[in-house]
């Protein structure tokens, strides 16, 4: 059984990198630094500190007034993408890493 879970694993590595890479490292409104920021939370300020959060913890409670709050703090639409697709992606990885570990613990 553990060779499936590793091939699995493998198989997807390729995909996981590439979509980090496009998250984190590539072109966008947001400075990649802030963006890898969303991911972990550390280091950001109001009011990205917040509202991240919110996405990478209860992504489900996020209304149209925090999307109204970040435009009236001056940010614009694909700053906000930006931050809330950077925010998700780390809350997978971090979701993903979790269950590997479980996974290797279980072994």
Do not use: C
Request: net charge negative; glycine share 6%.
């Amino acid at each position: 059984m553990r060779d499936k879970e590793e091939s699995t694993a493998a198989k997807y590595a390729q995909l996981v990198a590439d979509l980090q890479a496009s998250v984190f490292e590539g072109r966008g409104r947001v400075d990649k630094a802030l963006r890898a920021s969303a991911a972990t939370g550390q280091g950001l300020a109001e009011p990205w500190s917040t509202y991240t959060a919110k996405i990478r913890n209860e992504a489900w409670t996020v209304t149209d007034a925090d999307v109204e709050a970040l435009k009236a703090a001056g940010h614009s639409e694909d700053e906000i993408f930006e931050m809330t697709v950077a925010a998700a992606v780390g809350a997978s990885m971090h979701a993903l890493d979790a269950g590997l570990r479980a996974l290797d613990a279980k072994d």
